[in-house]
């Protein structure tokens, strides 16, 4: 049965700095991983897909790296902002369309 | 274009009444998933649907749920008899399940079972 973890659980982090958030993942077999940001009372936006394929997709100030057979995956964001407080999850699918296992989540808070 | 739209947003109501959850997804979607979140087991899939017929209702946690989408624009998620520790977050996704895409989420239903 795949688990997918997140570690840190919580993350603060002055304007500025870039942030560096950790999934891993236990079963290398997927067909894609996604990245989502989820705002308080909110629903989850997308924000990455990897394809099992890639080893990386890049939006902005946004990558996100893939290395399937150590079970990671790495999101960078860049010179981090205030708008980017919030909680990321990662999550990965094993076939297409196909349901979704989600790690825990990140929660980030980025001082002004 | 309009995302994933789901009513009601908040949803107080007894232990014991039924309630009932809605959901249309992205038009052109094939695939449409309800899950439910909590802070003590995050966000979990219930049941999923392709081309309107349930695919997995394995996480669906007992005869108590049941979900239907009786076309390509309108699923609902029931439960009967609500119980308190069903109060969460309810979630609906879809995709277009062939070609890599994301799910795209709706802003979810705040169940609230006293």
């Known amino acids: 049965k795949q688990e997918v973890t997140q570690i840190p659980a919580a993350l603060s982090v002055p304007e500025g700095e870039n942030l560096v958030l950790n999934c891993s993942f236990t079963?290398?077999?997927?067909?894609?991983l996604q990245w989502f940001r989820q705002d308080p009372g909110k629903g989850l936006t997308s924000l990455l897909l990897i394809q099992s394929s890639q080893r990386e997709q890049t939006s902005g100030r946004l990558n996100a790296s893939l290395d399937k057979s150590s079970g990671r995956s790495t999101l960078y964001i860049a010179a981090s902002q205030p708008g980017d407080s919030a909680t990321y999850l990662c999550a990965v699918s094993e076939a297409a369309g196909n349901k979704l296992t989600f790690g825990g989540g990140t929660r980030v808070l980025v001082k002004p | 274009d309009a995302g994933v739209i789901q009513s009601p947003r908040h949803e107080v109501t007894e232990m014991g009444q039924e309630v009932t959850l809605r959901c249309k997804p992205i038009?052109?979607?094939?695939?449409l998933f309800w899950y439910r979140q909590t802070m003590m087991r995050g966000l979990e899939l219930l049941i999923y649907?392709?081309?309107?017929?349930?695919?997995?209702d394995s996480g669906m946690p007992e005869d108590r749920f049941s979900a239907k989408m009786p076309n390509a624009s309108f699923s609902t998620l029931k439960i009967q008899p609500s119980e308190p520790r069903d109060s969460a977050v309810y979630f609906c996704?879809?995709?277009?399940?062939?070609?890599?895409?994301?799910?795209?989420f709706g802003d979810g239903t705040r169940l609230s079972i006293l």
């Open positions: 996704a879809s995709t277009l399940g062939h070609h890599n895409q994301p799910q795209h």
């Open positions: 649907f392709n081309n309107n017929v349930p695919i997995d």
């Open positions: 038009s052109g979607h094939d695939y």
């Open positions: 079963d290398s077999a997927i067909y894609n």
